[in-house]
């Protein structure tokens, strides 16, 4: 059973730039969450796309962007980057149901390096 | 707005030791209490979770207990290991909101042998 997986494991980029991060969800999990982790700080959420919507949204500006696909793998994108937003980027994914925890299993990450 | 404090910020203890990080929350819509536990260079692993209308919850060595009217949560990891030092994370969020966990910043463990 294949777990969370992203792409790439690292990219550095230049200021100004443009970044898509890739991400395919654990197996049978509908929902992919996209977290922002800064060096030795907790991961901050960015947004969750479900049923290939944004469904929730974090307070980060309008440069994040993403998409998800009809197989649930989504990419998240990143225009004019900017030397704050070096960071692990982290995909969590989950399964929506009626009732129980919120469980989400996140995948090793995508180390970004803005230059 | 740190919505979800947590400490120490690192924490040094002997092997067999018992390790306990604590949290403390302000929002009281929060329904949902995971800790992770993160390695260098691999992503949050989900360790124990539970929900405020219980006051503890054990998963062989690692315990949450839960204080609602105190609005505080701990992890306490009994019978600590070097394998154990990484980096742990608690968490809060709102069952209805799916997905947006507001985390702490981090407790680094170091186990010594």
């Known amino acids: 059973d294949a777990g969370v997986t992203q792409s790439p494991t690292h990219l550095i980029k230049t200021r100004g730039q443009q970044v898509t991060l890739r991400c395919s969800p654990k197996?049978?999990?509908?929902?992919v969450s996209w977290y922002q982790q800064a060096l030795g700080q907790g991961p901050q959420f960015i947004f969750q796309?479900?049923?290939?919507?944004?469904?929730q949204r974090g307070n980060f500006p309008d440069r994040f962007s993403g998409h998800q696909f009809p197989n649930y793998s989504s990419e998240l994108n990143v225009n004019a980057l900017l030397l704050g937003d070096s960071a692990l980027y982290l995909c969590a994914s989950s399964l929506v149901m009626g009732q129980g925890m919120n469980e989400q299993f996140f995948g090793p990450g995508t180390r970004l390096t803005v230059l | 707005q740190q919505q979800v404090k947590q400490s120490p910020q690192s924490l040094i203890v002997q092997k067999g030791g018992i390790s306990i990080i604590n949290c403390a929350y302000e929002n009281t819509a929060f329904d949902y209490f995971p800790w992770y536990q993160q390695f260098p260079g691999k992503g949050p692993a989900l360790l124990i979770a539970?929900?405020?209308?219980?006051s503890e919850k054990k998963e062989g060595r690692f315990t949450i207990s839960f204080n609602k009217s105190a609005k505080q949560f701990s992890l306490h990891i009994m019978d600590s290991q070097p394998g154990d030092s990484a980096t742990y994370f608690c968490a809060a969020s709102i069952e209805g909101s799916q997905g947006n966990l507001i985390f702490g910043k981090g407790t680094k463990l170091s186990v010594k042998p």
């Open positions: 796309y479900y049923e290939e919507e944004e469904r």
């Open positions: 197996s049978g999990h509908d929902t």
């Open positions: 539970i929900r405020p209308d219980v």
